[in-house]
């Protein structure tokens, strides 16, 4: 049986898992998957080494209407029933809070931490931890490690950090913590090798996903991000508005009376490109879409997004490359070219035809700012520090 870490990243109704091995020190994927739909559709679908699908016949036969405790010691026996020996757990935790600038080993007292700011991100935190919990339940020798979306961000100052709100406020916590820090981390670690020594210099990251955000660099640490307090803040996303006047929360539950729970369902779920569309959050319909909705959807979140690289310049003092990353950034010429195409006051121009094949380096020649195109890939970034903290490969 060849030893291996677990990587996991649970969700409300889904649970990704990656499963790393190592036999020569370098650490790589060997099984990857997705539990989606869990609590009402369960559907199991999984990769090999190779990025092969795992034939339907061999896959975890799951009920539908599976819940995240049953799944978990399903899903560890069933990647031991692949001849693999887990060794250690690693897990995306959203909130590490302040104290945290690095993944940390799981303890009774971490947990209890953690456990104190799922305030700060109820749509994540209780099922990032509980399935740190299950794991716990089902083996409890193993070791495992959280790693934080806020993590990387804690190399900003103090003014990056801070909303203008009383001071007491900033003291008891109501912070910019920023997220997707996995993500920056990732693609910190790929810069050297894709700008060489510029990748000490000023880069904005645009991770453009479902959820989206950016982070300006420099030195290829984080200076200032997009996102905030929760989630909710900066670029428009899939369903999450971004940057929003306060007052129209104030509005909408004073003038509309309508609940806390309502406003933030709107604001969570319902708005982004699927609420201005009126479709879906899915870019690639909205693309193949000609309706006038979802033209202007998409030509929003460029719009925003473009705003906000330009607000994330100034933090930097100049820009020396921008890197799209995420589903959004990685795959959709189309929003790369119509964010750019606002940028060319900052010395951006693109290559088109590089741009339309998805290239690792997609600007012309000629452009002051180089503009790249990075997978992400936060598992690794998970595995990796799981390695370090949890347990060494055999
Ligand atoms: P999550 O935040 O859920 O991890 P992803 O990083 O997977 O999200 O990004 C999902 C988004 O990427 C969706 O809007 C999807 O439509 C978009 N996307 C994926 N592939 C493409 C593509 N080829 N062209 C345009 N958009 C794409």
């Not at 499963?19 to 994927?29: K, R, W």
């Not at 950090?161 to 009383?166: E, I, R, Y």
């Not at 210099?201 to 989206?212: P, Q, S």
Request: glycine share 12%; net charge negative.
């Amino acid at each position: 049986m060849s030893e291996a870490i677990l990587v996991l990243n649970a969700g409300s109704s889904s649970l990704k898992f990656a499963v790393y091995g190592g036999a020569s020190g370098a650490l790589v994927p060997v099984l990857r998957g997705k539990v989606a739909g869990i609590g009402t559709a369960a559907v199991f679908s999984a990769r090999d080494g190779v990025g092969a699908a795992v034939p339907e016949a061999d896959l975890l036969q799951i009920a539908p209407e599976i819940g995240h405790d049953a799944l978990i010691p399903l899903l560890l026996a069933w990647i031991a029933g692949n001849g693999v020996r887990i060794t250690s757990a690693g897990h995306r935790v959203v909130h590490g809070g302040r104290a945290h600038a690095g993944p940390a080993k799981v303890s009774a007292d971490l947990l209890e931490e953690l456990e104190a700011l799922v305030p700060l991100a109820p749509l994540h935190q209780p099922h990032n931890l509980d399935a740190i919990r299950s794991v716990a339940a089902f083996a409890p020798e193993l070791p495992q490690v959280a790693c934080f979306d806020t993590s990387f961000h804690r190399t900003q100052d103090r003014l990056a950090q801070l909303f203008a709100l009383p001071r007491e406020m900033s003291e008891a916590g109501i912070l910019r913590y920023g997220f997707h820090g996995l993500s920056y981390d990732y693609i910190a670690g790929r810069l050297p090798e894709a700008l060489g020594a510029r990748a000490e210099g000023r880069v904005i990251v645009a991770h453009l996903g479902n959820g989206a955000s950016m982070c300006a660099m420099r030195g290829r640490q984080s200076v200032a991000t997009s996102m905030g307090f929760t989630a909710l803040d900066g670029l428009m996303m899939g369903q999450r508005c971004g940057a929003l006047d306060p007052g129209v929360v104030l509005y909408l539950m004073q003038q509309k009376g309508m609940s806390a729970e309502a406003v933030g369902h709107v604001l969570y779920e319902k708005s982004g490109l699927a609420g201005v569309s009126g479709m879906t959050n899915d870019m690639t319909v909205l693309q193949a879409s000609d309706s006038a909705e979802a033209r202007e959807a998409i030509a929003l979140f460029c719009y925003r997004a473009a705003g906000e690289l330009a607000q994330l310049v100034a933090a930097i003092d100049g820009l020396d490359a921008i890197v799209f990353t995420a589903g959004i950034g990685e795959n959709s010429a189309e929003v790369r070219a119509m964010i750019c195409d606002r940028l060319g006051w900052l010395g951006v121009t693109l290559d088109m035809q590089a741009n339309a094949a998805n290239a690792t380096r997609i600007s012309a020649a000629g452009s002051a700012v180089a503009v790249l195109v990075i997978p992400t890939d936060e598992e690794a970034v998970i595995a990796a520090a799981t390695h370090r903290l949890g347990t060494d490969l055999g």
